[in-house]
């Protein structure tokens, strides 16, 4: 509700909203104040948020809060007008005070829905200086799976209870609270949480203090001001869960939340967590920054998990196991996930990107980190095996149409950013970031991130700053490669090639790339003309067991193998995005090993083998589909099957 109804002389429209107890009229004006410029959709740059204090009180009864924000913000250019995001928020009161805490005169304020913003003209220009902006409002605890909002359970006993937790990735804090949601708007934050005695509040951060709220009854818990961080990794909840803790060897502590009757199930998470955040210290090179980690199992959510930084929330099967119900498969999953999560507070939490369109920096590192880091910590789960199955297969499977997508695009809504949150993102992303890995090798590749991290800490940063980061390592290579021409050429197009190999004879090979192109399929156009930077790993019958390594950028390239080569195996140990095809005479030699003698080939090469064939048959007509399924026949302790296409699709 606006609580003043004046502006631009134009006709004003009403709508009204129940939420539950609670009655939002939202004011729209036709005609929006000329010195408010919403035209791109995105807010003005001319002011950016320095810290937030937010106070809320909800009721679980119900199911409404009250909320009061005090924005200290900075005015970096002259304005009349101030732009925020907000929805669906009855706001009942906004003041504007200079440093001094003298009350500026505002203009009427005014709500924006399709752009999901809060309009505060102002009667003369703000000066570059500092101010603190406070807004009273009211909301419902959601029913949907995000911004504030309820998620139920039921105990053994049959009784109905109700948590108030927060999900704000990507566009969603300003459905808890005014603010600026935009990632680049980083600011420092103090949440204070009124409760009854029965629950838990919960933060990013550690609780400073409690105190008896107004005689009420209720409690007030204020929490200790948070590290710099973006909107959408501000977490808070009101719950009865109970915990179980430990710390690590640099003194974080780590706690694991759950319903009180699934407590017994948090040990292994537990364990995970403790080595992996210790192993991610000393991988990185940077003390996690906060002093404690928690972990909570939420009965009702939407995603896998959600790294809110000290705070990371899960859906139930991705956080618990009971050793005696809980299959490996989902043990797996809870060491993958909790890798993960882990990974985003320092790669995606302490540098965050500038822009979703760089959504796949946060989630492709994070996608390959889960299985590198879980792999150290659970070796016996084999779990690079399943990069390969449920990351590499499902990878190159989403971006075989022509409806798929560059890894970086552009995204400027609500709706379009939402959309980036796909299996390109996180799993195409993982993979050329490994790729990325493996051409540098660990040490360099490390050098480079840490790097990144600590130039970038606590701010934001694009793909080209990582790059350039990274460039700095790579000089030190005996060949030494423009990394960001490299990875734009897999980041600003869609699709992948298939590497064709042929034996010309005389030791001769040629080695040449198209794209993965389905039959008469319409192809948009790619400002790098759907051409590589491939890194080409291989290895031939007179060098089994290891490997040699030459880059494919051309149309098509010749080199000489060794003496007395009789095949050659291209993408070793699949790490390259691409799949490989080869003459009739090569296919057939590399389909009678895996018959005869397919321990020649890894177990990753064999599957790679079967997956490339199955898929490479539907786009080259010189590829018989027969030639996949006689492929698949292998000896069993081979441990392939065309079923290793078909594992459980996990996502994060």
Same mark, same amino acid.
């Given at each position: ?75 970096? =250019? ?20 200079? =440093? ?17 913003? /809060? ?23 959601? +029913? ?78 204020? @929490? ?16 009865? @869960? ?45 003390? #996690? ?40 498969? @989902?043990?797996?999953? /809870? ?26 920096? %946060? ?6 980190? $889960? ?5 150290? /910590? ?42 980036? #949150? ?15 890995? $493996? ?36 000089? +030190? ?70 490997? %040699? ?17 009789? !095949? ?16 009739? $005479?090569? !296919? ?6 895996? +018959?005869?003698?397919?321990?020649? #080939? ?17 786009? /080259? ?11 698949? @026949? ?10 290793? +296409? !078909? ?6």
């Amino acid at each position: 509700k606006c609580s003043r109804s004046k502006l631009c002389g134009g006709m004003m429209l009403g709508v009204t909203l129940l939420l539950t107890s609670i009655v939002i009229t939202v004011t729209v004006y036709p005609y929006l104040p000329r010195s408010c410029d919403t035209s791109t959709g995105l807010l003005p740059q001319d002011i950016v948020p320095l810290h937030y204090d937010i106070w809320l009180h909800p009721n679980l009864t119900s199911l409404t809060f009250k909320g009061k924000v005090e924005i200290q913000i900075k005015v970096l =250019k002259r304005t009349k007008c101030i732009v925020l995001n907000s929805l669906d928020q009855n706001i009942t009161d906004i003041k504007l005070k200079q =440093k001094d805490g003298t009350l500026l005169m505002t203009e009427d304020f005014s709500l924006v829905p399709e752009h999901e913003f /809060v309009l505060i003209p102002l009667r003369a220009k703000l000066e570059e200086e500092e101010y603190t902006l406070v807004i009273h409002y009211e909301a419902e605890v959601r +029913h949907a799976l995000k911004g504030f909002y309820r998620s139920y359970y039921t105990t053994s006993q049959g009784e109905q209870r109700v948590a108030a937790v927060t999900q704000f990735e990507a566009t969603y804090a300003r459905h808890a609270f005014p603010c600026f949601d935009e990632p680049q708007y980083k600011a420092t934050f103090t949440i204070s949480i009124v409760r009854d005695t029965e629950h838990t509040a919960l933060s990013n951060m550690p609780k400073n203090s409690t105190i008896s709220y107004k005689e009420t009854g209720l409690l007030q818990d204020t @929490f200790e001001k948070s590290v710099k961080m973006s909107t959408y990794l501000v977490a808070f909840m009101v719950m009865d @869960f109970t915990s179980r803790s430990t710390t690590t060897s640099s003194n974080v502590l780590i706690r694991i939340w759950s319903r009180s009757e699934t407590e017994h199930q948090t040990e292994y998470a537990l364990e995970c967590a403790k080595k992996l955040l210790e192993y991610y210290e000393d991988l990185f090179g940077i003390p #996690f920054p906060l002093p404690k980690q928690d972990l909570v199992a939420v009965p009702d959510f939407n995603s896998g998990a959600m790294e809110n930084w000290g705070l990371i929330t899960y859906r139930e099967t991705s956080i618990l196991y009971d050793k005696t119900e809980t299959s490996n498969a @989902f043990k797996r999953r /809870v060491v993958s996930v909790i890798a993960h999560e882990l990974a985003h507070q320092w790669f995606g939490n302490l540098v965050t990107m500038k822009w979703w369109n760089d959504l796949w920096l %946060n989630e492709g590192f994070a996608s390959y980190m $889960e299985y590198v880091a879980s792999d150290v /910590v659970k070796p016996e789960m084999g779990m690079q095996m399943y990069l390969q199955k449920n990351g590499m297969q499902r990878a190159l499977s989403a971006d075989s149409f022509s409806n798929s997508h560059p890894i970086s695009s552009v995204a400027n809504t609500p709706a379009s950013i939402a959309e980036m #949150f796909d299996a390109i993102s996180y799993r195409k992303g993982a993979c050329i970031i490994r790729m990325l890995n $493996e051409v540098l090798g660990d040490e360099l590749f490390f050098k480079g991130i840490n790097s990144y991290l600590t130039t970038y800490e606590y701010s934001n940063a694009e793909q080209s700053q990582l790059y350039t980061a990274i460039n700095e390592t790579a000089k +030190h290579m005996e060949q030494a490669i423009d990394i960001g021409e490299f990875m734009g050429s897999w980041t600003l197009q869609m699709g992948y090639p298939i590497v064709h190999v042929k034996l010309l004879g005389g030791n001769k090979v040629q080695v040449s790339q198209t794209k993965y192109k389905f039959p008469g399929e319409v192809e948009a156009k790619s400002p790098l003309g759907y051409k590589w930077h491939i890194p080409f790993w291989y290895q031939t019958n007179e060098e089994t067991g290891s490997y %040699n390594f030459l880059w494919v950028s051309e149309d098509s390239v010749e080199f000489e193998s060794k003496e007395n080569t009789k !095949w050659i195996l291209g993408n070793s140990l699949a790490r390259g995005f691409y799949r490989v095809n080869y003459d009739a $005479e090569n !296919w057939d030699k590399i389909i009678d090993l895996l +018959h005869n003698s397919h321990t020649v #080939f890894h177990e990753v090469d064999r599957m790679k083998i079967i997956d490339d064939l199955t898929s490479i048959s539907q786009v /080259v007509e010189e590829v018989d589909i027969t030639l996949a399924l006689e492929a698949s @026949f292998v000896p069993e302790e081979g441990g392939i099957s065309l079923r290793s +296409h !078909w594992q459980p699709d996990f996502t994060f």
